[in-house]
């Protein structure tokens, strides 16, 4: 069952399963984007919570993603490193909408791989406020209104495939592989990004979905950001990889797609039905 559309006076829960937040500005001008939009901040002490790297033990951010899963809207404050680890312990997901994107990108796929809608690929908390105008207006005209516009990329390989849409961040993606979390992908268009990863690690990993065999069934596949700033070069390199690893399957390819770690971080509700063009580089999202 898929959560209804927001109205004015839902509660949002914010949780932090990853790395614990260094930036107080980005937390606060996040919530006020959200509060502007006549929601209400359900607040909590993540600001203060630190254990090594993470944003709390495990135990303090297993208890947080639980007790927030009865809200209609989960935001994930930042990413980094650590939700992997609250899959450890079987978790009963939400009805709600949950979004983030990065590390959180496991939480999202483990609710989606259990048949669950519901998680959004998209900006978090401390995230937010480096948003441009466009991508927090299709947030909201999303949760809101239930529909986003088209995205435009840049075509690669050529045709036009529908499925169900999955987006992840590579690396994640790449680790969940021989886990419960990852999703059937038989019949989905597949999206990944990533962040300051070498070309060669980017190369490995392609490599390693290769032998997989994970990506032999789906229909379409698609590439948003790769790196922290936009480098002509090191896109050129990552396009043409891209092309050398994926050129002999038979579906569209595209990529630039606005998606991942640079501002302007278009969300994206897994697992809704969509089509990708590989002839102009447009994908279209149409209904769950």
């Not at 109205?7 to 107080?24: C, H, L, Q, W, Y």
């Not at 930042?78 to 939480?107: C, N, Q, V, Y």
Request: hydrophobic share 40%.
């Amino acid at each position: 069952m898929l959560s209804r559309k927001l109205k004015k006076g839902d509660v949002v829960e914010i949780a932090a399963p990853s790395s614990f937040v260094d930036n107080e500005k980005a937390f606060i001008s996040g919530i006020e984007i959200i509060e502007k939009w006549g929601l209400i901040i359900n607040q909590n002490q993540i600001l203060t919570r630190k254990f090594n790297s993470f944003a709390g033990n495990d135990k303090t951010r297993l208890s947080e993603l639980k007790k927030s899963q009865h809200s209609k809207l989960i935001i994930f404050a930042k990413g980094g490193w650590g939700s992997a680890r609250l899959l450890e312990e079987k978790l009963r997901w939400g009805k709600g909408w949950m979004m983030g994107f990065s590390d959180t990108s496991a939480l999202l796929l483990s609710k989606y791989s259990q048949g669950k809608l519901g998680s959004i690929h998209g900006p978090m908390i401390t995230t937010l406020f480096s948003e441009p105008s466009w991508s927090i207006d299709r947030l909201r005209t999303f949760l809101f209104e239930g529909y986003v516009d088209d995205l435009k990329g840049k075509p690669l390989k050529k045709g036009v495939s529908f499925g169900e849409i999955i987006v992840s961040n590579l690396t994640i993606f790449t680790y969940l592989i021989g886990t419960s979390h990852l999703p059937d992908l038989r019949g989905k268009i597949l999206i990944f990004e990533d962040t300051n990863e070498e070309i060669y690690k980017i190369d490995r990993m392609f490599t390693y979905l290769r032998l997989s065999k994970k990506l032999s069934n789906i229909v379409g596949l698609g590439f948003g950001n790769f790196f922290n700033k936009r480098e002509e070069n090191l896109d050129k390199v990552l396009e043409k990889l891209i092309y050398d690893r994926f050129k002999d399957f038979d579906i569209p390819i595209v990529t630039n797609l606005p998606i991942g770690h640079l501002s302007g971080n278009a969300c994206i509700p897994i697992g809704f039905k969509a089509s990708l063009n590989g002839n102009n580089g447009t994908l279209s999202i149409n209904s769950p």
